[in-house]
């Protein structure tokens, strides 16, 4: 086996679609552990991988491993696994808050250690990924871990002091994304729309003005005057967002996730 997932839930399900639409891996070099037989029933089913039940058989066949468990769950799994860990292995931990030093600490063995944090447009290949990784990680596996991440979308490499605004600006931000397009829907079905046509202009209007910010290369501001006209409709919404406190409001979401990410 090449690699191995401890979990596969939606991240860790769309992790392995990434890396296997990609080719990075085969489906035969690949395990994952469930917690259930209904679980490995199904990652069969959707991946063709290989599944077991016993997360220390994935330790023992993969060197290399990630943690696709919720945070809570961390330390009652490296419990579990340490005892199979040797300097070899590279552990990676996809959850906030659990940084490099304290997965070597609880593996209990210096090795290889890597921190991602993916969000969850993963699921259809447009994930944003940061990553992180302590002196053990060779530039030949860095590579290798970023042709991994960026099989389900994008990825930035960054030092881990700012993996918790990494986990609130991409990770937690798809679901105030979410919010906004059912908003934004919501008001196009008071105005007369259908809700499926609400939804479709909604979100396809987040995508492409999205696309923009990331092809263009210009300043977000900038783009947004490119849509107010002067004393129009677009400038109208825009004092209305501001005397709401929009912009505040998702600054303020943001911070606030980021130290929830730290105390998990």
């Given at each position: 086996?090449?690699?191995g ?10 992790m ?15 395990i ?6 209904e ?8 991946l063709?991988v ?108 960054v ?15 798809p ?36 696309k923009?910010v ?17 004393a ?33």
């Amino acid at each position: 086996m090449k690699i191995g997932f401890i979990g596969c839930g939606n991240m860790g399900s769309a992790m392995i679609g990434g890396i296997l639409k990609k080719r990075i891996f085969q489906k035969e070099e690949i395990i994952v552990s469930n917690l259930t037989e209904e679980g490995s029933r199904r990652s069969r089913e959707k991946l063709g991988v290989m599944t077991t039940l016993d997360n220390c058989e994935v330790v023992r066949r993969a060197k290399l491993v990630i943690l696709a468990v919720k945070p809570q769950y961390y330390e009652e799994v490296l419990n579990e696994v340490k005892g199979e860990l040797t300097e070899k292995h590279m552990i990676v931990g996809i959850a906030p808050g659990k940084t490099l030093a304290w997965l070597e600490e609880k593996c209990g063995t210096p090795l290889k250690a890597v921190r991602f944090m993916p969000n969850t447009p993963a699921l259809v290949g447009e994930g944003m990924t940061g990553v992180c990784f302590n002196e053990r990680v060779t530039d030949e596996e860095i590579t290798q871990i970023r042709e991994i991440t960026d099989s389900f979308g994008r990825t930035e490499i960054v030092p881990e002091r700012l993996m918790d605004a990494v986990g609130a600006v991409s990770g937690c931000s798809p679901a105030f994304v979410f919010m906004l397009v059912e908003a934004m829907a919501d008001a196009a079905v008071a105005l007369g729309m259908s809700r499926k046509q609400a939804y479709s202009f909604g979100a396809q209007a987040v995508l492409g003005s999205a696309k923009m910010v990331l092809e263009t290369g210009l300043h977000p501001g900038e783009l947004k005057d490119m849509v107010t006209s002067p004393a129009g409709t677009t400038i109208e919404g825009v004092r209305t967002l501001e005397k709401a406190g929009f912009r505040s409001a998702m600054f303020e979401a943001l911070l606030a996730a980021a130290e929830k990410g730290k105390k998990l």
